[in-house]
């Protein structure tokens, strides 16, 4: 015996339809985007390497010297409490070419630390001229 069998579509998925909708949201996208606006970037001027011809003398600096304690010694010399912006205002007309270092004591207090830069101010040299090196004390 013989049944009969209903034929059986198969399962068309519409392209043309799917493409159409497709380009249109295509087309909504690229006309509803906004587009990144540039960012203004921060402009970092690198330090460059100055070679130095072998004629030139590297200058010898005088050097500050700040211990942890905050007793001040100016070229092993000294200084007394509340008398350096003085010390310095004399060296300075002692030595107008001379620059200065400045080396302080990591347990040194802030506080310290800016009176001292504070009193070479008010003695007419220029921080940014002073060199600062934090040292660490041997044990």
């Not at 015996?1 to 034929?7: C, I, L």
């Not at 996208?29 to 921060?42: G, H, Y």
């Not at 310290?112 to 101010?121: A, D, G, N």
Request: hydrophobic fraction near 45%; proline fraction near 7%.
């Amino acid at each position: 015996m013989k049944f009969h069998r209903t034929s059986r579509k198969r399962a068309e998925v519409p392209i043309v339809p799917m493409i159409d909708i497709l380009f249109i949201l295509l087309v909504f996208f690229i006309v509803s985007t906004t587009f990144k606006k540039p960012r203004e970037v921060l402009r970092i001027e690198l330090p460059t390497v100055k070679e130095i011809p072998s004629s030139e003398v590297i200058e010898t600096r005088s050097i500050i010297a700040v211990d942890a304690s905050g007793n001040i010694t100016l070229d092993s010399l000294a200084v007394p409490e509340g008398l350096l912006e003085s010390y310095l205002t004399a060296y300075k007309k002692q030595n107008p070419n001379r620059l200065l270092e400045l080396e302080a004591d990591r347990r040194l207090p802030l506080e310290r630390l800016l009176s001292i830069w504070e009193s070479m101010t008010k003695a007419g040299i220029q921080i940014k001229d002073v060199p600062a090196r934090i040292k660490i004390a041997q044990p």
